[in-house]
T-cell receptor
Framework: DQQVKQNSPSLSVQEGRISILNCDYT??????FLWYKKYPAEGPTFLIS?????DKNEDGRFTVFLNKSAKHLSLHIVPSQPGDSAVYFC??????????FGAGTTVTVRA | DADVTQTPRNRITKTGKRIMLECSQT?????MYWYRQDPGLGLRLIYY???????NKGEISDGYSVSRQAQAKFSLSLESAIPNQTALYFC?????????FGPGTRLTVL
């Protein structure tokens, strides 16, 4: 049973616009959340994270929002650039050094 | 040079064969992990190791075994490969709740 769900397998966005990726989780013990980005033929690379004591974390063009009551987090990319075209994985940890991953969302940024 | 390396990068094998996937890291991290990625399922944890003497099963360990030869090396073995083990395999290290992944091994079992 997947505890982390990314219900949108794909997202297409125009260059310069905002990309919003969503993630839902079911395990209330999760207290740390991460987003990873993956290009073809490469391993996932860490993008941004957020602790459950926060509701927002920003790093340049990337912002992650956490809504604990809804068990929902989202990743905003503003502005979207062609190099952002990749698969994005949401992941969560319950403080046991293990991650549970969502199935991923493929983002395509159109010129 | 990459911090987490995996060999081989691609492998095609036959049903019933034994195969070993190797992972090495230069990051100096104690915790290491093996995952497999299948389309539509994300990454699933096979085994993990918190130090050389500590090995733990993940959610899908059946049909796999591991060996932690040193802090820097963590190998995954398929004792008798079967076609549904065809997948992309990733090794990762972890520190401060963040995992760092190798480039992956694409394994095909015919």
């Amino acid at each position: 049973d997947q505890q982390v769900k990314q219900n949108s397998p794909s997202l297409s966005v125009q260059e310069g616009r905002i990309s919003i990726l969503n993630c839902d989780y079911t395990n209330s013990m999760f207290d740390y959340f991460l987003w990873y980005k993956k290009y073809p033929a490469e391993g996932p690379t860490f993008l941004i994270s957020i602790s459950s004591i926060k509701d927002k974390n920003e790093d340049g063009r990337f912002t992650v929002f956490l809504n604990k009551s809804a068990k929902h987090l989202s990743l905003h990319i503003v502005p979207s650039q062609p190099g952002d075209s990749a698969v994005y994985f949401c992941a969560a940890s319950a403080g046991d050094y293990k991650l549970s991953f969502g199935a991923g969302t493929t983002v395509t940024v159109r010129a | 040079d990459a911090d987490v390396t995996q060999t081989p990068r691609n492998r095609i094998t036959k049903t019933g064969k034994r195969i070993m996937l190797e992972c090495s890291q230069t990051k100096g991290h104690d915790r290491m992990y093996w995952y497999r990625q299948d389309p539509g399922l994300g990454l699933r944890l096979i085994y993990y190791s918190f130090d050389v003497k500590d090995i733990n099963k993940g959610e899908i360990s059946d049909g796999y075994s591991v060996s932690r030869q040193a802090q820097a090396k963590f190998s995954l073995s398929l004792e008798s490969a079967i076609p549904n083990q065809t997948a992309l395999y990733f090794c990762a290290t972890e520190i401060y709740n963040t995992q760092y992944f190798g480039p992956g091994t694409r394994l095909t079992v015919l």
